[in-house]
């Protein structure tokens, strides 16, 4: 009895241990290089090849962005066009604006409310609520966007998507700064 006691207890210590394991923050990047500066490398045209996978992992839709990013000051367009491997196109188009201390905001046509967005070295989590179409109904989905700097043309990004806490799957991209 005490040696199940014993290993319940340290499962249950494991678990608690687990759980308290902190989520990445921006400034856990802050001393990486090169550092991200939005306004430089969302600047001119771009393209990124991406999937969206399930939770399970499964890739559920392949897609290709082609982008041309302008700033005026603090004040950026992002007009990015998707083609999916099914054939359908979409647009968005994103208005951003640098703010101080690395912050950044942005809103777009089918982004509920204002995204807030945060850079630290070659890092920028970016964190929205995105109005998803799905057949005849529309969700609004959760989105948890990483950023990550790797040289002055390529930047991987990694999304988590969810709906009431609830992890749905995840995006993975890969930009190219022509």
């Not at 066009?81 to 640098?98: C, P």
């Not at 990694?158 to 806490?165: I, R, T, V, Y």
Request: proline share 3%; aromatic share 12%; glycine share 8%.
């Amino acid at each position: 009895m005490k040696r199940l006691l014993a290993a319940a207890l340290a499962a249950f210590a494991t678990a608690v241990l687990t759980a308290c394991a902190s989520a990445p923050v921006p400034s856990d990047y802050a001393a990486e290089k090169p550092a991200l500066d939005l306004a430089t490398y969302f600047n001119g045209d771009l393209v990124a090849h991406g999937i969206f996978t399930d939770r399970g992992g499964k890739v559920q839709r392949r897609f290709t962005v082609t982008m041309t990013g302008t700033w005026t000051g603090n004040d950026g367009v992002l007009d990015e066009n998707f083609v999916y491997s099914d054939g359908k196109k979409e647009r968005r188009v994103w208005r951003l604006k640098k703010l101080p201390d690395g912050r950044y905001t942005g809103t777009a046509d089918d982004v509920v409310g204002t995204a807030q967005g945060q850079v630290a070295g070659n890092a920028l989590q970016w964190k929205y609520t995105l109005r998803l179409p799905v057949g005849d109904k529309v969700y609004d989905v959760q989105f948890d966007d990483w950023m990550y700097l790797m040289d002055d043309r390529v930047m991987l990004n990694k999304a988590e998507m969810s709906k009431f806490g609830i992890r749905l799957g995840e995006v993975t991209l890969s930009f190219y700064k022509k």
